[in-house]
């Protein structure tokens, strides 16, 4: 089976600064991949790859048998895109953003209007429709953007710590739907430092540091390889430079201690 999402050799820098050092990953249709790492260890520049949000990168990535280079409007078309801060352009409601979006996706009137009003609906959201954005505490906001970016029922759905700010509730609905999902044979691109919810949801974790994949596997088999630990205790043995109880000490130690 070819591979949906495909980078090889993929590196990054900045300045002088290397982000992605030789990325290789073949991602497969249906695959819920939890993409994890420290803070600056490459992910969100991954992820904005991917997204085609940035484009001097060398090396290859493919989407759906398409170079990202040579087309990425195609690409794009085939992705879903909830990052973890948006602008909504607040001034509008929600009906009046997700019909813009619609019209971005060759969406028809129609059917935008009937998704739109099934997914706010679930997210108890359909008494605000019409409601300007400026008003909405933070996890509303994050629910429009969630229904943003199914709206147009892509293939590849990229989550960036998408349940900032979301009550309780909602946070099961988003863990209840990414199973639906790829049940469905949609592809999840999933970027959280949440480890309990990626050891949850994932089938696939990802683990990158210093812009470099160091591990790959079900959580089964990285506590096979690592011992027999949570995801957060298999992260920080892979990650930390000195154990975290040290750098707990470290942090007292300015006090005193």
């Known amino acids: ?30 695959q819920v991949i939890g993409y994890i790492g420290p ?43 909830v990052p973890e801060l948006a602008e909504l352009y607040e001034v509008l409601t929600p009906a009046e953003f997700l019909g813009f979006m619609a019209e971005l996706y060759g969406i028809p009137a129609d059917l935008a209007q009937e998704r739109m009003m099934k997914m706010l609906s679930a997210f108890g959201l359909e008494t605000n429709v019409n409601q300007r954005m400026d008003t909405f505490s933070k996890g509303m906001r994050q629910k429009v953007l969630i229904v943003s970016g199914l709206l147009h029922n892509p293939d590849i759905i990229i989550l960036d710590e998408p349940l900032s700010g979301l009550d309780a509730n909602s946070v099961i609905i988003v863990k209840e739907l990414i199973s639906k999902l790829a049940r469905d044979g949609k592809t999840i691109f999933y970027c959280s430092h949440m480890m309990d919810i990626v050891e949850k949801v994932s089938d696939r974790i990802v683990l990158i540091n210093n812009g470099t994949v160091i591990a790959d596997g079900s959580f089964e088999e990285l506590k096979q390889q690592q011992g027999n630990h949570s995801l ?24 005193g201690h």
Do not use: W
């Not at 089976?1 to 820098?13: A, E, F, G, R, T």
């Not at 260890?41 to 991917?50: E, F, Y």
């Not at 048998?65 to 078309?77: E, F, H, Q, T, W």
């Open 39 to 81: 803070n600056g260890a490459g992910k969100s520049t991954t992820v904005k790859i991917l997204c085609g949000l940035i484009s001097d990168y060398e090396g290859e990535v493919t989407v759906d048998g398409i170079d990202l280079r040579n087309d990425p409007l195609a690409v794009k078309s085939r992705i879903g895109y």
């Open 232 to 255: 957060e205790h298999i992260f920080a043995q892979l990650t930390a430079k000195d154990t975290l109880t040290d750098a707990a000490d470290k942090l007292m130690n300015a006090f």
């Open 1 to 30: 089976m070819n591979p949906i999402i495909s980078l090889k050799n993929v590196h990054k820098h900045y300045s002088n600064k290397q982000v992605l050092n030789g990325v290789n990953l073949d991602i497969y249709r249906g």
